[in-house]
């Protein structure tokens, strides 16, 4: 496992994970904010809690199917993510997950999530499309404030008003 920050602050901008690890722990690539691409094998299960906050110059990644968890803040402030496509094998989506990503235009959520938790796409600024699959029963709160699609949201009436709210 990389654990701990292995990689915090780090100047490196691309990165391949060796195929013998099978989970990234808390924070440890947090602020490498020269890494723009991550290669993350097939091996891994599970990205921790803050595994890539704050990764300024992350402009994709690819979650393999492999991945059932990703941590609260996996990607919070990815100021540089522009898409990210979750896997069916994931259930929940985090408290502030993607907060913060303010490029992320486009997400796509499997109907495999039920839960999407408090502030997780909180200031998505660019964020305009957005799928959200009717298996989805729990929405966390002010988990859309000030993303970009507010508007298209606030006509699906599953979801409560308290999802926009600071």
Known sequence: MINGKNYIKEDINKFTIPSTITKLGYGCFYEC??????NIPTTITSIGD???SR?????????????????????YK??????????????????????????????NLPTTINEIRNRCFYKCYSLTTIN?????????RS????????????????????????
């Open 33 to 38: 904010s020269s890494l723009t691409s991550i």
């Open 50 to 52: 803050g595994c890539f």
């Open 55 to 75: 990764c300024s110059s992350l402009q994709s990644i690819n979650i393999q199917t492999t991945i059932t968890s990703i941590g609260n803040r996996c990607f």
């Open 78 to 107: 990815c100021s540089s993510l522009t898409s990210i496509n979750i896997p069916s094998t994931i259930r929940l989506i985090e408290c502030y997950c993607f907060g913060g990503c303010s490029s992320l235009q486009s997400i």
């Open 132 to 140: 959200i699959p009717s298996t989805i029963t729990s929405f966390g």
């Open 143 to 166: 988990c859309f404030y000030g993303c970009g699609c507010v508007e298209e949201l606030t006509q699906n009436k599953r979801i409560p008003i308290e999802c926009f709210d600071n």
